[in-house]
């Protein structure tokens, strides 16, 4: 398919498009350097990338993503702040909704758990050959402090077309978020 079909099929499914699931990533940086994590099972496992996973029900994103960093890598990040809200549009399987964090403030040490072996990478260095193939696209823009909203059309895993925007002020606030978790399974 040419890429401006894949544009108008992405556009397309988007028209009509409710998630399944509702997860967090919450990248965690300490001087120049980003927390991520070697996922040992569950969903992107062998993959690179921040901690997170799945909203409960009742619960906020920001809670989501500070309980699954906690669970996956053993820190407890304080004050984190929403940076992107992305959809992932697969033509087969699961449709997922993510909202990407990013704190700087916490406490503890990273130590392996049962689903992950937490590493720092330097800002410089981020392994985006072992990560989700969108991730080099709205990674960089989010650690450098930008607010961003993105859709990505997918085909088993492969990346087929996105569109990333900056997000407007009213578009990452905690008001906009309400409701979300009733998408999470």
């Not at 130590?111 to 991730?135: H, K």
Request: proline share 5%; hydrophobic share 40%.
């Amino acid at each position: 398919m040419k890429q401006s079909e894949l544009d108008t099929e992405l556009e397309r499914r988007l028209r009509d498009w409710r998630p399944d699931v509702t997860g967090t990533l919450l990248f965690v940086l300490s001087a120049s350097r980003v927390l991520l994590i070697h996922k040992k099972r569950g969903h992107g496992a062998g993959k690179i990338n921040a901690p997170g996973g799945k909203l409960e029900a009742g619960e906020t994103v920001a809670a989501c993503a500070v309980r699954e960093t906690e669970e996956e890598t053993g820190l407890r990040v304080r004050d984190p702040r929403l940076m992107a809200r992305l959809r992932f549009v697969e033509r087969r399987g699961d449709q997922w909704l993510g909202y990407a964090l990013v704190g700087e403030r916490f406490s503890g040490t990273p130590a392996e758990t049962a689903e992950a072996l937490p590493q720092w990478f330097s800002l410089e260095d981020i392994p985006y050959t072992s990560m989700w193939e969108d991730d080099y696209i709205w990674l960089p823009p989010v650690l450098a402090g930008r607010r961003l909203i993105g859709d990505f059309l997918f085909d088993d895993g492969r990346l087929l077309a996105h569109r990333v925007r900056p997000a407007r002020h009213d578009e990452l606030t905690a008001s906009t978020l309400r409701g979300c978790e009733a998408a999470s399974k």
